[in-house]
């Protein structure tokens, strides 16, 4: 560190760079590689905002039949002669989830001849036979097979949210259950609802989730486009891009304990990090424990939670591969989420945290990060979001310290024929507080795009496989500043 005092000062005598020996020259390209890597290592660490989602049978079926049969006295015999009575009878079972009527018909239904018989109702009887067997996981993938196709079924979807609700998949109920209150459905529906996530939300639970992912990046540490330049009379050198190919992989255990009238605390402990088997310096693991207390009913939620974050990582030196201790964080969190409306959900998060480096001791300091945002349910197939973030982060030197805003905008939809799509356009502002020895004031602008697709009816051991591009691009008024990354990984992750 004295050596970076050393260059600051340095750098104001003009006679004395003018006479610069080779040996300083080298000092100063060590300078412009370290400054970089931090660069790339706070970008990295720092929080990220990113808003945390017809057939001829449609959402009509939720309004109330006035067209009902007269009722018929017939005998099972005389069924299997008439498929048309057969279909009707099932078709309106099924919309009703009457179970002992499915159960009644579903036998006769399928020994008619394969013309008279339909997949969507075929999945649909078959959901809720198994249900009601409590083969609840057969039940779960026959819903989902029958929503990938013909998404627009409400009643199969409130069926759906009921038995994920029952197997104990309370976040996928609770989700499902969500989407659902956008619809224009009866009040009486939306009342069932309310109730079922005012369940949810006072069971305590124990939660587990995890995911991994096939992570390919071409520019693992931000290299500049062009790693030469002319400063003056001297020239400068970046490092060349670097690729890395690995797994990324996060896992995440949470325990809720509630009080009485909406009061609860709330433990979560996660590790996430990332493993690239052709590059290990680069490898990092964080290991973060939080313990929170909170306030949550059907329209509102507000908690409060103090952490600890531990980052293990290789360094990104070519001299060190193995994981070290390099940084630790201590702070706090609040989040806000209020339902505006069935369709219009407001979210706010604050987080402050001091931080410490092990090494890079001109890194230590603290920050403030705000994340405000909206989503918009149009229906239960479509979501829209954005977010507005801000963060300033204060280090030991002015040139390490920033203040950072952005914005995001987002659009999540369900596709016909179980496609899923998720697209996400993000701006931000960059600003260091401080002049770079020779760079002077650090200012960029970060451009991001991210699109998602997956298939809702591909299930392995429930993981559906998500397939995402990500691209970045970095302008900054110093080129050594500005670069592009494209990435393509996919995704595995699942909630217990």
């Given at each position: 560190?004295?050596?970076?005092?050393?260059?600051?000062?340095?750098?104001?005598?003009?006679?004395?760079?003018?006479?610069?020996?080779?040996?300083?020259?080298?000092?100063?390209?060590?300078?412009?590689?370290?400054?970089?890597?931090?660069?790339?290592?706070?970008?990295?660490?720092?929080?990220?905002?990113?808003?945390?989602?017809?057939?001829?049978?449609?959402?009509?079926?939720?309004?109330?039949?006035?067209?009902?049969?007269?009722?018929?006295?017939?005998?099972?015999e005389e069924l299997t002669t008439r498929p048309d009575l057969v279909i009707r009878g099932l078709l309106a079972?099924?919309?009703?989830?009457?179970?002992?009527?499915?159960?009644?018909?579903?036998?006769?239904?399928?020994?008619?001849?394969?013309?008279?018989?339909?997949?969507?109702?075929?999945?649909?009887?078959?959901?809720?036979?198994?249900?009601?067997?409590?083969?609840?996981?057969?039940?779960?993938?026959?819903?989902?097979?029958?929503?990938?196709?013909?998404?627009?079924?409400?009643?199969?979807?409130?069926?759906?949210?009921?038995?994920?609700?029952?197997?104990?998949?309370?976040?996928?109920?609770?989700?499902?259950?969500?989407?659902?209150?956008?619809?224009?459905?009866?009040?009486?529906?939306?009342?069932?609802?309310?109730?079922?996530?005012?369940?949810?939300?006072?069971?305590?639970?124990?939660?587990?989730?995890?995911?991994?992912?096939?992570?390919?990046?071409?520019?693992?540490?931000?290299?500049?486009?062009?790693?030469?330049?002319?400063?003056?009379?001297?020239?400068?050198?970046?490092?060349?891009?670097?690729?890395?190919?690995?797994?990324?992989?996060?896992?995440?255990?949470?325990?809720?304990?509630?009080?009485?009238?909406?009061?609860?605390?709330?433990?979560?402990?996660?590790?996430?990090?990332?493993?690239?088997?052709?590059?290990?310096?680069?490898?990092?693991?964080?290991?973060?424990?939080?313990?929170?207390?909170?306030?949550?009913?059907?329209?509102?939620?507000?908690?409060?939670?103090?952490?600890?974050?531990?980052?293990?990582?290789?360094?990104?030196?070519?001299?060190?591969?193995?994981?070290?201790?390099?940084?630790?964080?201590?702070?706090?969190?609040?989040?806000?989420?209020y339902w505006l409306s069935p369709k219009w959900q407001f979210t706010n998060s604050y987080e402050y945290a001091?931080?410490?480096?092990?090494?890079?001791?001109?890194?230590?300091?603290?920050?403030?990060?705000?994340?405000?945002?909206?989503?918009?349910?149009?229906?239960?197939?479509?979501?829209?979001?954005?977010?507005?973030?801000?963060?300033?982060?204060?280090?030991?030197?002015?040139?390490?310290?920033?203040?950072?805003?952005?914005?995001?905008?987002?659009?999540?939809?369900?596709?016909?024929?179980?496609l899923s799509t998720r697209f996400s356009a993000s701006l931000a502002q960059k600003r260091h507080k401080g002049?770079?020895?020779?760079?002077?004031?650090?200012?960029?602008?970060?451009?991001?795009?991210?699109?998602?697709?997956?298939?809702?009816?591909?299930?392995?051991?429930?993981?559906?496989?998500?397939?995402?591009?990500?691209?970045?691009?970095?302008?900054?008024?110093?080129?050594?500043?500005?670069?592009?990354?494209?990435?393509?990984?996919?995704?595995?992750?699942?909630?217990?």
């Open positions: 560190m004295m050596a970076k005092k050393y260059v600051k000062k340095f750098i104001f005598s003009t006679l004395v760079i003018a006479m610069a020996s080779t040996a300083f020259a080298n000092q100063e390209q060590q300078r412009v590689n370290e400054h970089l890597a931090d660069q790339r290592i706070q970008d990295e660490l720092y929080p990220k905002h990113q808003n945390n989602f017809k057939t001829s049978i449609n959402r009509d079926i939720f309004k109330k039949n006035t067209n009902n049969l007269n009722r018929l006295v017939i005998s099972k079972a099924v919309k009703q989830g009457n179970t002992d009527n499915v159960a009644l018909l579903f036998p006769i239904y399928q020994k008619f001849p394969s013309k008279f018989k339909d997949t969507i109702l075929t999945q649909w009887a078959e959901a809720i036979l198994a249900k009601n067997e409590q083969n609840y996981d057969l039940s779960i993938r026959s819903y989902r097979k029958l929503l990938s196709t013909t998404p627009h079924i409400l009643p199969a979807q409130l069926q759906l949210a009921i038995v994920l609700f029952e197997n104990n998949e309370l976040e996928a109920a609770e989700n499902q259950f969500y989407k659902l209150r956008a619809e224009p459905i009866p009040n009486e529906l939306q009342l069932l609802i309310i109730k079922y996530l005012n369940a949810i939300q006072q069971r305590d639970r124990w939660t587990f989730s995890g995911g991994v992912t096939y992570l390919n990046d071409p520019n693992i540490n931000n290299a500049p486009k062009s790693t030469i330049i002319h400063q003056g009379s001297g020239i400068l050198k970046a490092e060349p891009a670097e690729s890395a190919e690995g797994i990324g992989f996060n896992f995440d255990i949470g325990k809720k304990w509630s009080w009485r009238d909406g009061f609860f605390n709330d433990l979560n402990l996660s590790t996430d990090g990332k493993y690239y088997w052709n590059n290990k310096k680069y490898n990092e693991v964080s290991i973060s424990g939080r313990l929170g207390i909170g306030y949550q009913n059907g329209k509102m939620l507000f908690s409060i939670s103090p952490f600890m974050t531990q980052v293990l990582y290789g360094g990104g030196s070519k001299n060190s591969e193995t994981l070290k201790r390099f940084s630790k964080s201590t702070g706090i969190t609040l989040n806000f989420n001091e931080q410490r480096y092990s090494t890079r001791k001109h890194l230590n300091g603290n920050y403030h990060s705000i994340s405000t945002g909206l989503i918009f349910y149009a229906n239960a197939q479509r979501r829209l979001f954005t977010n507005l973030n801000y963060q300033r982060n204060a280090a030991r030197d002015k040139d390490d310290s920033f203040f950072r805003r952005g914005i995001t905008l987002g659009w999540l939809e369900e596709w016909n024929k179980g002049p770079i020895p020779f760079f002077g004031v650090i200012q960029r602008k970060e451009y991001g795009f991210q699109a998602s697709v997956w298939h809702r009816a591909v299930h392995y051991w429930g993981i559906t496989p998500r397939l995402t591009y990500s691209f970045n691009k970095t302008r900054a008024n110093h080129p050594f500043y500005s670069y592009d990354k494209h990435k393509v990984f996919i995704d595995f992750s699942k909630q217990f």
